[in-house]
């Protein structure tokens, strides 16, 4: 397998959220920014990426990857990726999701941010990945659709799309 150190894109460098990147952010905004050699717009909420009980990586692999603008060295985002829960092995099913910042949407960040993880985690030997999506969000939805991604099944107890990527045989 190969590790998830970093990854870069043309304009993206994407950086994995460690223990030692979550202890930063324990520490606040002047310490994270150290720590991932990146300054955060004041608008980025990284609530969910750094909540207390969340732990950085589940066998190893971490759990989330901040997206850092190369050209300026911004934070503009993240990706979620992790197994899901009924998965046993590396090579089973995984899910996705990513947020960027309001000021740097409809950039394409997004989809070449996700397409890193996506190519990362197939050179794995992933299964499938999924995404789930909330059928009013028009953006997200062209994003995975651009990236592969086809429609699985909605959730009948949400508003949420499900979608699927199975690897390129």
Not at 12 to 32: D, F, H, I, Q, S
Not at 85 to 108: H, K, L, N, V
Not at 136 to 158: E, I, M
């Amino acid at each position: 397998m190969r590790p998830f150190a970093s990854l870069t894109t043309a304009r993206l460098r994407l950086v994995p959220v460690t223990e030692e990147v979550m202890r930063a952010a324990a520490r606040g905004k002047a310490a994270l920014e150290g720590a991932i050699g990146a300054t955060i717009p004041d608008t980025w909420r990284g609530d969910y990426v750094f909540e207390r009980r969340r732990r950085a990586a589940v066998r190893d692999i971490p759990r989330h990857a901040l997206v850092v603008r190369a050209s300026d060295n911004t934070l503009v985002g993240e990706v979620r990726f992790e197994a899901l829960p009924q998965t046993t092995r590396f090579e089973e099913d995984w899910e996705i999701g990513y947020a960027i910042a309001g000021q740097f949407r409809r950039q394409g960040y997004a989809v070449e941010a996700v397409e890193a993880v996506v190519d990362w985690l197939e050179a794995q030997g992933v299964n499938r990945i999924v995404a789930g999506c909330h059928m009013k969000n028009v953006a997200s939805v062209r994003t995975l659709r651009r990236l592969g991604f086809t429609l699985d099944g909605s959730n009948a107890r949400s508003s949420a799309f499900w979608w699927t990527r199975r690897p390129k045989a």
